[in-house]
């Protein structure tokens, strides 16, 4: 890689370590971040970046390895550090005070005289807004603000604070089209004017159209850079997917297989009232193992929550669940979890958020067993054996290390948290087994346990959903695999044939229309653009 | 700017949770604090008002435990204060912050006060005692009823709701006060029915608060269980842990908060009935006397255990009586007595802090030359 004499390093980073438990986020990260440039920090979902990142922005403290900014090594305890350093980092979940304007938001916990005078801080602010072309109201206030609007008085705030180096958590994640477009344009102006810009992403398209240099992260391990003009979509993937792992999981071909959910035309809406899943159409099959593979948010979420009696659908959807033994169809949207339970049908669900959705942290292993079936039985008052015995079966089955069955289990490891879900889940025979990223936080041996568990439930004749992010996995332990790609089926594939790089593209499938829009958008701005400059000048 | 990075000071003292302390170590942990407490208050009570603490402390004994009089007075004031505690609980285990204890008991006390009035010589006394009761604790739980109904269904911030609700109730007392005033013009209500004595909870022997204790063990005991043994106590549990997971199991969280407001209002109401019909045999709008907001200080300084907070309970009451007896016995003034408490409630409140928290101070400073 030759980078072009004239370039200054602003930030380096060397063999940078940060470990969570028995986890390692970023193992030995080493790499420079040149001054006035716009710098793409590529990866899949939990490949350390955002952790990476958070350490030059004073959120974490490295384990090891050092940081130098400007060539001098720093120490970065705080975010008030951090911008010492001129450094300031717009985080994917914003930091602002509701009930306060953009402008006091941006001025919030920054020095100043005792007496505020708000219309030389107005000024002075919105100097720096029209110096980046900007579009706020500074007087508006956050509350009344949309997503993009709180994420512009972010950038400002950081900007106002004389940030040098801006990083920005992925940023489009929560934008439309054209607000994308209107971001990378102050995001330009910005680089125009010598800063230095790093953005966090696993958006092809956006690091292809947007930045100067890619850094590909994987598995919390530094892959390499690569200039944007030399990177093409399908390097760019192989860097960020990685070559073929064997894993070695044992995986049985499907016997018995038959129909068991039939999911057809299923549209939701998020809280925001946009489509999280739009016209889904598949079959959870007995005896089978469907993946689902896609991007953090492409539906996944919603997805499960529908089957599981969680979650609204719009007119039209329907989830038709097909008994086995007498082939009775029932259709389970409108029902809710109890009316599902009380059909006698076991749905077996282990959701993303462990502790606070799938279990109760400050209960014990017993009072989680209690969870499903604390409502059995005649009587005011619960079980006491059952669970009991239950919770000691579990631990002694899957090994789970705990002081005793008693021990609130937000005091165990990760691994032995999610144990506890699986094995009180799958004690439930169920018929439908849907888990949410399962093993994200385990260690390998636990990771295996739980596979294990799974190709076991799929043998025993269970339909087992499993939503996953490490397409290694995927395409090593399922049977089919379906792609989610903002909230659409990009396809539904079989897992013994596909590949990593098949899956990567249909992952991002609808993207590329998302990139036209984004083209159509511009052309039409600029125009706008030039009108409103015509208009001032005149 | 930079050469404060270079020499990053360790802070004094850094904070770290502990894991579990045993039980062992952390009442032994209490038992300094009040010690300490003590100790304090005895510098307190030499520098201030020059007295021997111990003839104070030994005072301050006799008045809450001094007379079987005393014991009973005690015991009662114990039971009423524990009463609206529990009543509060099981709101509190769902994190429903119901400020309104004051408000709920001033109804109960109302609706008690109505039907003695109204009813007094249209009842048998038994059968006015059961419509007094029932009244007592419908009216307690419809004032608690209305602000979980909006929390629920409206997602109302449950602390005005029911903080507003409490001025409510005091005017609508204060209006029927005036309405009942006895004699006329006097401002007050008086005894309510004391000729004939109908709708008061009888004395049992010469223990004449034996009932109201009575009622109040009945009714500690069946929290206890209630929450801790019952299905609905465990949905209350996991209701006031995480609502999604509540969700996840189909347990519908409405339902939830509307059933448990019902019941702590209910039992609000309750010890409006035991008040006025058990001991006061009249109607103020101050009959709460502020245990409605004590009881959430006890509620809380027992963490949600009903077994723990008879202690609690024990404790303030105890406090309070002592304390108005070294006023009296002493010529102090009623404040010092509070002030006393004040010192041995805020140790105890304290220590909590040192039994989940550990500090490590920094080591010596040769370090940080180095």
Wanted: charged share 20%.
């Amino acid at each position: 890689m030759s980078s072009p004499e004239n370039r200054e390093v602003a930030i380096s980073l060397r063999n940078v370590t940060k470990t969570f438990g028995s986890i390692k986020a970023n193992n030995n990260v080493s790499m420079d971040i040149y001054k006035g440039e716009i710098l793409s920090l590529l990866g899949e979902n939990g490949s350390g970046k955002t952790t990476l990142m958070n350490m030059l922005a004073g959120i974490y403290a490295p384990d090891g390895g050092q940081i130098f900014v400007n060539g001098e090594e720093a120490v970065i305890r705080s975010p008030q550090d951090a911008f010492d350093y001129q450094i300031g980092m717009i985080h994917q979940h914003f930091k602002l005070v509701d009930v306060f304007s953009a402008a006091e938001n941006i001025i919030l916990g920054m020095q100043g005289k005792l007496k505020l005078d708000k219309k030389a801080i107005l000024k002075d602010i919105q100097e720096t807004v029209d110096r980046y072309g900007f579009e706020i109201d500074l007087n508006k206030k956050i509350y009344e603000m949309s997503v993009s609007e709180k994420q512009t008085v972010e950038i400002i705030k950081v900007l106002y604070r004389g940030a040098q180096i801006l990083i920005l958590d992925e940023p489009t994640a929560v934008l439309t089209p054209q607000e994308t477009e209107k971001l990378f344009f102050v995001l330009r102006a910005m680089k125009d004017h010598g800063r230095t810009i790093v953005i966090i992403t696993h958006k092809l398209q956006e690091v292809l159209e947007l930045s100067d240099r890619v850094a590909v992260l994987r598995k919390g391990e530094y892959i390499g850079e690569i200039e944007t003009k030399e990177a093409t979509e399908s390097s760019l993937t192989e860097m960020m997917v990685g070559k073929k792992v064997e894993l070695n999981i044992d995986r049985t071909d499907p016997v018995d297989v038959k129909d068991l959910v039939r999911v057809e035309h299923l549209t939701c809406l998020n809280k925001y009232g946009i489509k999280a899943l739009d016209d889904v159409t598949f079959t959870i099959r007995a005896g089978e193992i469907l993946g689902i593979a896609g991007i953090a948010g492409a539906g996944q979420k919603e997805l499960l929550e529908a089957i599981a009696g969680l979650q609204k659908a719009e007119p039209g959807s329907s989830i038709m669940y097909r008994a086995i033994d007498n082939n009775d169809e029932i259709q389970l949207l409108g029902k809710d979890v109890n009316d599902i339970k009380n059909l006698g049908i076991s749905l077996a669900f282990v959701p993303e958020d462990r502790l606070g959705m799938g279990l109760v942290g400050n209960m014990g292993m017993v009072g989680n067993m209690l969870l499903r079936s604390y409502n059995e039985g005649r009587g005011i008052f619960t079980r006491e054996k059952e669970p009991r015995q239950l919770a000691e079966e579990i631990k002694d089955r899957l090994e789970v290390s705990t002081p005793n069955i008693y021990t609130p289990v937000r005091k165990l490891s990760g691994g032995n948290v999610q144990k506890v879900l699986v094995g009180r889940e799958i004690s439930l025979a169920p018929r439908v087994l849907m888990t949410a990223y399962a093993v994200r936080g385990l260690d390998i041996n636990t990771s295996y346990t739980i596979y294990n568990i799974l190709s076991e439930e799929k043998q025993k004749g269970v339909g087992v959903v499993y939503v996953g992010e490490d397409l290694d996995v995927l395409v090593e332990l399922c049977d089919r695999i379906l792609v989610l790609c903002e909230g659409k089926v990009s396809g539904i594939v079989d897992a013994r044939t596909t590949t990593k790089e098949e899956l990567g593209v249909m992952m991002t499938k609808y993207s590329g229309d998302h990139i036209a829009k984004i083209n159509v958008a511009k052309l039409l701005e600029n125009d706008e653009d030039e009108e409103a400059e015509n208009e001032r000048e005149a | 700017m930079k050469e404060k990075h270079k020499h990053i000071k360790e802070p004094l003292v850094k904070l770290s949770r502990r894991a579990d302390l045993d039980r062992k170590h952390s009442w032994s942990y209490r038992a300094l604090a009040i010690l300490a407490a003590l100790v304090v208050d005895g510098i307190i009570i030499m520098l201030v008002v020059h007295m021997n603490p111990f003839d104070i402390y030994s005072t301050m004994f006799m008045g809450a435990f001094g007379t079987t009089r005393k014991i009973w007075v005690t015991l009662k004031e114990l039971s009423l204060l524990l009463l609206i505690s529990i009543a509060l609980t099981p709101a509190y285990r769902m994190k429903f912050w119901n400020l309104g204890g004051e408000g709920q008991v001033l109804m109960g006390a109302w609706a008690t006060a109505f039907c003695m009035i109204y009813l007094g010589d249209k009842l048998p006394s038994g059968l006015l005692l059961l419509v007094m009761f029932v009244a007592a604790i419908v009216v307690g739980g419809i004032w608690a009823f209305i602000p979980a109904v909006f929390k629920a269904k409206w997602g109302t911030n449950e602390t005005l709701f029911t903080l507003m609700m409490n001025y409510v109730a005091i005017q609508m007392v204060a209006y029927f006060i005036i309405k009942w005033e006895m004699p006329k013009g006097s401002g007050h209500v008086g005894i309510i029915n004391q000729a004939t004595q109908a709708g008061w909870l009888p004395y049992l022997g010469s223990n004449s608060y034996a009932l109201v204790v009575g009622f109040v063990v009945i009714v500690t005991i069946g929290m206890h269980v209630y929450l801790k043994y019952s299905k609905h106590g465990y949905e209350i549990s996991v209701v006031g842990e995480s609502q999604r997971t509540a969700t996840y199991v189909g347990i519908s969280v409405d339902k939830v908060i509307i059933r448990t407001l019902i019941l702590s209002g209910g039992i609000c109401g309750f010890a409006g009935w035991l008040i006025v019909s058990g001991s006061d045999h009249t109607i103020t709008t101050t009959l709460a006397g502020g245990m409605g907001f004590t009881g959430i200080m006890v509620s809380w300084l027992a963490q949600f255990n009903v077994i723990v907070m008879i202690l609690c309970s024990l404790l303030i009451v105890f406090m309070g009586q002592g304390a108005s007896e070294i006023a009296t016995s002493f010529g102090l003034n009623e404040a010092f007595g509070d002030i006393l408490t004040g010192i041995i409630i805020f140790f105890i409140i304290g220590v909590e802090f040192f039994i989940n928290y550990k500090l490590h101070f920094r080591k010596s400073s040769g370090k940080e030359e180095a």
